[in-house]
C-alpha cells in the first residue's frame, strides 16, 4: 500500500496564501492528484500532477518532486468558499489510486 | 447530465443483514471504482474494476463483494453487515484513454449498521 501524510487541519485568514505539504511513499507511480471535499459532499478533482515542477490553474498551483516523494497545494487569496477539504492522492504502479487522510482548511474572515 | 449515480443515499441496516449499493455511470469511463470513508483514515478502495468483466481487491475488501457485468453499473454488495461498516461508500470511474484519468465520484451512500 502507500503511506500518504498530509497535515490534519489549517487555518487562515480570508485573500491569505496557504500550503498544503503531503509527502509520499509508494511503490511505483504514476501521478499525484489533489481533490477538494466540501463537508457532506463528494470529492472533486482540483490539479494533476507527473512530472517535477509546479502546476497552475487559477489560484491553485500543485508543485510536485518525485525525488522527495513530495507535493504541495497553494492556495491563493482565500475565499471563504475554498474552506473544505484537501485529499492528496497518489497513483501507483497498478495504476489505484490512494489518499492522504485529508488536510480541512478553515477560512476565517 | 447524470455522471454517477449512487443509490440508496442513505440506509440504516440491521447487523446481519444482506445489502447492495447500487453505482452507474453513463460516462463510458472503462474503469470504475468503490472506496469507503472514515472520519480521520481518509478514503479507503475496497474493490475496482479496469474493464467490463474484471474486477480487483483494493486495500479493505473483506466483507464486500462488487461485480461488472457491463461498463456502466458496478455494484458493491455486503453480504452480512457488521457494525465495522457504517461508514459512506463512494463510488467513483476514471477514464484512462486521455488526460490524467482523474476519478470522477458519486454523491456518496451514507451506510449505518446497527
Known amino acids: 500500500g502507500q503511506n500518504i501524510d498530509q497535515p490534519t487541519e489549517m487555518t487562515a485568514t480570508e485573500g491569505a496564501i496557504v500550503q498544503i505539504n503531503c509527502t509520499y511513499q509508494?511503490?511505483?507511480?504514476?501521478?499525484l492528484f489533489w481533490y477538494q471535499q466540501h463537508a457532506g459532499e463528494a470529492p472533486t478533482f482540483l490539479s494533476y500532477?507527473?512530472?517535477?515542477g509546479l502546476e497552475e490553474k487559477g489560484r491553485f498551483s500543485s508543485f510536485l518532486s518525485r525525488s522527495k516523494g513530495y507535493s504541495y497545494l497553494l492556495l491563493k487569496e482565500l475565499q471563504m468558499k475554498d474552506s473544505a477539504s484537501y485529499l492528496c492522492?497518489?497513483?501507483?504502479?497498478?495504476?489505484?489510486?490512494?489518499f492522504g487522510a485529508g488536510t480541512t482548511v478553515t477560512v476565517r474572515a | 447530465i447524470a455522471g454517477i449515480t449512487q443509490a440508496p443515499t442513505s440506509q440504516i441496516l440491521a447487523a446481519g443483514r444482506r445489502m447492495t449499493l447500487r453505482c452507474t455511470q453513463d460516462?463510458?469511463?472503462?474503469?470504475m471504482y468503490w472506496y469507503r470513508q472514515d472520519l480521520g483514515l481518509g478514503l479507503r478502495l475496497i474493490h475496482y474494476?479496469?474493464?467490463?468483466?474484471?474486477?480487483g481487491k483494493g486495500e479493505v475488501p473483506d466483507g464486500y463483494s462488487v461485480s461488472r457485468a457491463n461498463t456502466d453499473d458496478f455494484p458493491l454488495t455486503l453480504a452480512s453487515a457488521v457494525p465495522s461498516q457504517t461508514s459512506v461508500y463512494f463510488c467513483?470511474?476514471?477514464?484512462?484513454?486521455?488526460?490524467?484519468?482523474?476519478?470522477?465520484f458519486g454523491e456518496g451512500s451514507r451506510l449505518t449498521v446497527l
Open positions: 467513483a470511474s476514471s477514464d484512462s484513454a486521455g488526460g490524467p484519468g482523474e476519478l470522477f
Open positions: 509508494t511503490s511505483g507511480f504514476n501521478g
Open positions: 500532477n507527473v512530472l517535477d
Open positions: 492522492a497518489v497513483r501507483d504502479g497498478d495504476y489505484k489510486l490512494s
Open positions: 460516462m463510458r469511463h472503462n474503469a
Open positions: 474494476s479496469n474493464t467490463a468483466g474484471t474486477t
